[in-house]
Each structure stands twice: as structure tokens, then as C-alpha cells.
């Protein structure tokens, strides 16, 4: 299975800071088709996780724009660029290119 | 407005069976694959199963092989997940979620699942 590895896996920020979240892989999540598979989830307490990024860096309709994604090949980032307080909760990366599906350990975000 | 809604979740011992739904409206149910995904508390998503969009495909987590089936019913716009001879650690929330293509776009509420004697 594919391994995907985030750091930190908690981060304390100070809002209207920006937040950044790494997610590696442990192989290739190019796909045969170009694409890389590779998706950030938000989870708030008590909510069902929400998609903010798909694609590496496509952002979802009414997700703000403060959140980008980047990456390629194995090494993707999340970033917020300044950081507000419902942005609290636990992010997730998650590959959607080799079976079975799989996620990282997830990086909880909280306000200092 | 996509929905999905997860219904069916219990306390249920340890050895036993529970079968989860999902209803899903406000898309054309029968063109996406389908997923469930579960939360151990305090812990992270672990995908489960799949079924793709006319159930001719499924695939499972090997944690679940064997013990749970996937399903779904185009005409009634309804996933399940036939979960037998339960154990302690599949406690967990149970989402249903739709495929789109290497991702889930839209997560279901969850259902909670606890398996104990």
C-alpha cells in the first residue's frame, strides 16, 4: 500500500499567520492518465470531512482562497496563507491513484 | 444539492452482523462509484470499500475482507455495507462517500458503529 506521510502532525499558529502542511508519499501518485491523485481534506469536530484541494492544487467551490495546494511526484504542501479561527481542525492528504485508496495520519491545526 | 445520509449504526457485540445505508440524492446516483470510509475515534480515515457505479467492480480493505460487503440498489439511490462477525476494532464512524475520479467529493454525516460486549 502507499504510504503518505504528513508533518507536522500538530501545529499550533497564531491567526492571520500562515500554516503549512507537508504530505509525502511513498511512491509516484502520477497516474497513467497525467493526473496525480492527490487530495487535502479538512475535518472539524464533529463535521464529516470536507475537500478543499483535488488534483494537487484545484481548489474546491467555496473554499476559501487563503488554502492552495502544491506539489508533483511524491512531495505535496497545504498551505493556508493567514490563518483564521475556523480553520481549526485536523487536515488530511489522501492518494487517490493507487489501490487501495489511502491517507495520512492527518496534522491537527489549532490556534496558539 | 448533493446529499448523502448514513443510517443503520449501533452498539452490536462482538461476532455479530449490522448493515449500514446510505441515501443518497440530488445527483445521478447510479454514475459514480461509491465508497465507505470509517474514523476510528481519535484516530485517522481508513478507507473501507468500494463499489463502482453498477456494482460489476468491488474492492475492500484487507481489514475487512471477507466479513463486510458492499452493495448498492440504483433504484432506490441507496449504498450499503453488510458488515458480519464484527469486532472490537471496527468501532468506528462509518461515512459514505462519492467518488469523482481519484477523489471523494462529497462525504456523507457518518453513522457511529460500536462493536462490545
Known amino acids: 500500500d502507499v504510504v503518505m506521510t504528513q508533518s507536522p502532525l500538530s501545529l499550533p499558529v497564531t491567526l492571520g499567520q500562515p500554516a503549512s502542511i507537508s504530505c509525502r508519499s511513498s511512491?509516484?501518485?502520477?497516474?497513467?492518465?497525467?493526473?496525480?491523485?492527490l487530495s487535502w481534506f479538512q475535518k472539524r469536530p464533529g463535521q464529516s470531512p470536507r475537500r478543499l484541494i483535488y488534483?494537487?492544487?484545484n481548489r474546491d467551490s467555496g473554499v476559501p482562497d487563503r488554502f492552495s495546494g502544491s506539489g508533483s511526484g511524491t512531495d505535496f504542501t497545504l498551505k493556508i496563507s493567514r490563518v483564521e479561527a475556523e480553520d481549526v481542525g485536523v487536515y488530511y492528504c489522501m492518494q487517490g491513484t493507487h489501490w487501495p485508496w489511502t491517507f495520512g495520519q492527518g496534522t491537527k491545526v489549532e490556534i496558539k | 444539492q448533493v446529499q448523502l445520509v448514513e443510517s443503520g449504526g449501533g452498539v452490536v457485540q462482538p461476532g455479530r452482523s449490522l448493515r449500514l445505508s446510505c441515501a443518497a440524492s440530488?445527483?445521478?446516483?447510479?454514475?459514480?462509484?461509491m465508497h465507505w470510509v470509517r474514523q476510528d475515534p481519535g484516530k485517522g480515515l481508513e478507507w473501507v470499500a468500494v463499489?463502482?457505479?453498477?456494482?460489476?467492480?468491488?474492492y475492500y480493505a484487507d481489514s475487512v475482507k471477507g466479513r463486510f460487503t458492499i452493495s448498492r440498489d440504483n433504484s432506490k439511490n441507496t449504498l450499503y455495507l453488510q458488515m458480519n462477525s464484527l469486532r472490537p476494532e471496527d468501532t468506528a464512524v462509518y461515512y459514505c462517500?462519492?467518488?469523482?475520479?481519484?477523489?471523494?467529493?462529497?462525504w456523507g454525516q457518518g453513522t457511529l458503529v460500536t462493536v462490545s460486549s
Open positions: 462517500a462519492r467518488d469523482t475520479f481519484g477523489s471523494f467529493d462529497f
Open positions: 440530488g445527483f445521478t446516483f447510479s454514475s459514480n462509484p
Open positions: 463499489t463502482s457505479h453498477d456494482e460489476s467492480n468491488k
Open positions: 488534483k494537487v492544487s
Open positions: 511512491q509516484s501518485l502520477v497516474y497513467s492518465d497525467g493526473n496525480t491523485h
